[in-house]
Each structure stands twice: as C-alpha cells, then as structure tokens.
C-alpha cells in the first residue's frame, strides 16, 4: 500500500515537473524528458520508492515552483510570492529542513526580478501566514508540544550530523555526486539559444 501512493505521489511531482517545463518552454524540443528522468532516479533506490516525509514535502515543492517562476517580468507580484511562501511553509510541515527552500524565493527574486524589501515580505507572509494557522490549530488540539519535540527538536538536534553510512549509503551518496556533476556540467546546453526569461530561469534552477 506505501508503494502504491509513493507511487501516486511520484506520478503526481512528475506531471507538475512536465506543466513547469511546459509552461515556461524550458525545453521545447523534449517537455516529458525531464518527468521520464525524475521518475527512473526515483526507482533507483529502494528509499525513494517509500512513502515518507520528504516524498509528501516535495509534492508540495514542486506546485511551489509555478508561482515562482511567474514574477518575471509581472508588474505587481503579491500573490505568486505568497503562494510560494505558503507552499513552502506546508512542505516544512511535513520535513521541517525544507523551510530553507525560502531562500530559493529570495534568491528568485533577486535573480527574477531585483530584490525589493516589500516583495521579499510579501514571501515571508506566505509562509508566516501557514505557521500561524497551523500552530493555532495544534494549540486547539493541545499537540503543539508533540510538534515541537516530534518535528522542530529532532530535525535540528546535533544527532543529525552523525550518520554512519552504511554500503547502501555510500552507494546512494556517490549516485547523488555523479548527478550534480552531470547537472553542472550540462549548464552551458541549457542556456544554448534560449531567451533572457529562460537563461534567468535556468539560473535560479541550478
């Protein structure tokens, strides 16, 4: 059954990934190759093919990149920013070291659109706004000290740094090096006679 909605929700960040590229004719010549690559890595390790944390935070991801996406060039932008805090915020939810994909948003609208104090709060309220109201109802339900100890205490306790990898690990370490290798390397391809709002999109992505 876990294998089963791992898979719904892999299927469900692969068809968003396909609308981002589609949407912004990121790759117009192949908009399904990148969903078809997401999905083989995702098969690659028997933990990515789990429903967890992480798989249920990305979904919420991978909407958030829409929105984000669309301030180029926008003359007012308050709900795209607010909506990408908010996501992000639900995706921290679910694995709280998520949150830092906030400053994915900063650096989107410095990349995007310029840095301005009054948008970069707009993306704080987005996210704010969701803690507020998720704490609110844990505080009705008397859970916001299980949240705490369950969710913001253990992520962020010193444990976390001292992992012993075992074969498995290393095996999955190394898959993950050779990716962001091939990535990089793949940088100039993307940006080859592509237009400025691409090249920038391109520039926030890697």
């Not at 898979?7 to 908009?31: D, S, W, Y």
């Not at 926008?74 to 995706?91: D, E, R």
């Not at 921290?92 to 994909?101: A, C, G, V």
């Not at 050779?178 to 400025?196: A, D, E, Q, R």
Request: proline share 4%; glycine share 6%; net charge positive.
């Amino acid at each position: 059954t876990e294998i089963f909605f791992a898979c719904v929700l892999i299927a469900l960040q692969a068809i968003f990934i396909a609308r981002v590229v589609r949407q912004f004719k990121l790759i117009p010549e192949g908009q399904l190759f990148p969903s078809i690559v997401f999905i083989l890595l995702c098969g690659v390790h028997p933990q990515t093919l789990s429903l967890s944390a992480v798989m249920l935070a990305n979904v919420f991801f991978c909407f958030s990149l829409i929105p984000l996406f669309s301030i180029y060039q926008k003359k007012t932008v308050p709900i795209p920013l607010f909506n990408f805090g908010f996501l992000i915020g639900v995706s921290s939810i679910f694995y709280p070291p998520y949150f830092i994909l906030l400053f994915l948003g900063v650096v989107g609208l410095i990349v995007l659109r310029g840095f301005k104090l009054s948008e970069f709060f707009q993306l704080i309220g987005g996210f704010i706004n969701l803690y507020l109201l998720y704490m609110f109802v844990l505080y009705l339900f008397n859970l916001h000290g299980a949240f705490y100890e369950k969710q913001i205490s253990s992520f962020f306790s010193p444990y976390i740094f001292s992992y012993v990898y075992s074969s498995k690990g290393w095996v999955a370490l190394t898959w993950l090096i050779i990716l962001v290798l091939i990535c990089l390397s793949s940088y100039n391809y993307f940006l080859l006679k592509k237009s400025i709002q691409h090249q920038k999109i391109f520039d926030l992505l890697f």
